[in-house]
């Protein structure tokens, strides 16, 4: 066993399908009485629910949560926040919203209580963003980890099916990613096989029957996990090559993770063979990068790069901002053989090793 370093984060979780409703006793017990409720305009109707529940300690709700976390949306917020005296922030909704709750931890020191209802995952880390002229800055503060997470499985019934299934791959991308990257040590790498293990059971009985309470708390919970490997853990390749196409060609964020994801564990699967072994147990099939592209397949998620918007001229420009800077990964990045990676996934071929 090699030696290791593991620092956690200060994670206060409450789990359980209706737990929505122990929420005004959660917020008594950190001694907070005026919060400022955070949704999108899609979930005012959740956002309302937990306005109803809290009663006198609900302020108002701020129904504007965009995302990647607009930085004036933040002062917006951040001003109705001052001008009402609120203490703390109760975020209901996908990472967009987890987002604009911490970015309020960050600038105004306002504690922030998550509901995620999608499986972004985003509750689990010290990771903040705001979007800036078009440019996302990102960091890591301990302050923006969330002072209370309260997962009720129940507020995920209402994803649509698609969502589910890009949001659920999404979050096997943080656990991946983990499990075979050598940098990972063995607290982070149990929790992203725990949370592969689950999510690769759970996301084909959601899109199944959607009704399925347990298998909703399943996937809520291995979401939970993989947020709390990336958390934790670390990057590479593939996170990289992510935020190329987010961030320069607008590709949404969550299908683009599901497109690249095979092709980037079958790029580190030499270098990185026992971690792909692992991650290939947890999958429960015999070659890990084919078994997650065959999952995204059974659960209908798009499979090329074309079918998120980008054009084939595009690749020769991603690939080169792939190298232009150092980055930590198992196999060494080299410029053409992103190139050959990034044709596979824009063309939506099954990976290989390139
Ligand atoms: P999102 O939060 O943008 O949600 C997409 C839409 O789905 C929104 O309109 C939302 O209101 C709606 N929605 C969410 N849950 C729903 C539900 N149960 N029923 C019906 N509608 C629902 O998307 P996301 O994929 O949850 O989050 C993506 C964002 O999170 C990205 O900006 C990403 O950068 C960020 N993120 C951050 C971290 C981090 O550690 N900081 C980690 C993961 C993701």
New binding site residues.
């Given amino acids: 066993m090699r030696d290791f370093t593991y620092q956690s984060l200060p994670w206060n979780i409450v789990f359980g399908a209706g737990s929505l409703k122990r929420l005004p006793d959660e917020l008594r017990k950190l001694n907070r009485s005026r919060a400022l409720v955070l949704?999108?305009?899609?979930?005012t109707a959740?956002a309302h629910r937990v306005q109803a529940l809290l009663g006198d300690a609900c302020i108002d709700v701020f129904d504007q949560?965009?995302?990647?976390?607009p930085a004036a949306t933040v002062a917006k917020a951040r001003a109705l926040a001052d001008k009402l005296g609120v203490d703390c922030t109760v975020a209901i909704?996908?990472?967009?919203?987890?987002?604009l709750g911490?970015a309020l931890a960050l600038q105004a020191d306002l504690d922030n209580i998550v509901i995620?209802?999608?499986?972004?995952?985003?509750?689990?880390?010290?990771?903040?963003?705001i979007t800036e002229d078009g440019r996302?800055v990102?960091g890591r503060d301990m302050k923006?980890v969330p002072t209370l997470t309260l997962y009720d499985p129940e507020?995920?019934?209402?994803?649509?099916p698609e969502?589910?299934a890009?949001?659920g791959l999404?979050?096997m991308a943080?656990a991946a990613v983990n499990v075979t990257s050598e940098l990972s040590g063995p607290f982070v790498v149990s929790m992203a096989q725990e949370a592969v293990r689950r999510l690769a059971m759970s996301l084909p009985r959601v899109l199944q029957s959607p009704d399925d309470l347990d298998a909703r708390a399943n996937a809520l919970y291995g979401a939970s996990l993989a947020?709390g490997a990336?958390?934790t853990g670390t990057t590479g390749l593939h996170h990289r090559l992510c935020h190329i196409f987010?961030g320069t060609f607008n590709t949404p964020?969550?299908q683009t993770h599901t497109v690249l994801l095979p092709h980037s564990i079958a790029y580190n699967a030499k270098a990185a063979a026992a971690g792909t072994g692992l991650l290939a147990e947890a999958l429960d099939v015999n070659d890990a990068a084919q078994g997650i592209y065959q999952l995204a397949k059974t659960l209908g998620a798009p499979s090329g790069l074309r079918d998120l918007g980008v054009k084939e001229g595009d690749l020769d420009q991603a690939a080169d901002m792939a190298v232009e800077s150092a980055i930590n990964n198992p196999e060494p990045i080299t410029r053409d053989r992103i190139r050959l990676l990034l044709e596979n996934a824009y063309l939506g071929r099954a990976p290989e090793a390139v």
């Fill in positions: 949704c999108t305009p899609d979930q959740d949560a965009a995302m990647h976390v909704g996908g990472g967009s919203t987890t987002g911490k995620p209802t999608s499986y972004a995952g985003s509750e689990m880390t010290n990771i903040w963003g996302k990102t923006v507020l995920t019934l209402s994803l649509p969502f589910a890009a949001s999404n979050a943080q947020g990336l958390g987010g964020h969550a």
